[in-house]
């Protein structure tokens, strides 16, 4: 009888850390998940006020253009919209100058 109630006892637990553990992963990938939507959403607001800043000037300066290169490279790795890739075109036609 003993024997009943102690593997009753333990096969309870069992399930309790197994729907905790279920629960954790759970809310971690949500968070995983609204991390991920917030860097991309940051990036692709980043990216095109750079762009837009740029647009607008007869020429831009060598670090304005590495600037924009990191940022078109980390836009383009998280796979954002061909938008972007337009206004990286259009930068890639200014004439650049030597930085001060």
């Not at 197994?18 to 991390?35: E, P």
């Not at 831009?60 to 938008?83: C, F, P, R, V």
Request: contains cysteine; hydrophobic residues 40%; charged residues 20%.
């Amino acid at each position: 009888m003993t024997e009943i109630v102690i593997n009753s006892f333990l096969g309870a637990c069992g399930a309790g850390i197994l729907t905790l553990l279920v629960l954790a992963i759970k809310w971690f990938w949500k968070k995983i998940r609204a991390d991920d939507l917030t860097i991309k959403a940051l990036a692709h607001d980043a990216y095109y006020r750079n762009c837009h800043a740029l647009i607008w000037k007869e020429t831009i300066t060598e670090d304005e253009s590495e600037n924009h290169d990191y940022m078109w490279k980390a836009y383009k790795a998280q796979g954002l919209n061909g938008t972007g890739e337009q206004l990286h075109n259009q930068i890639l036609q200014k004439p650049v100058i030597p930085s001060k």
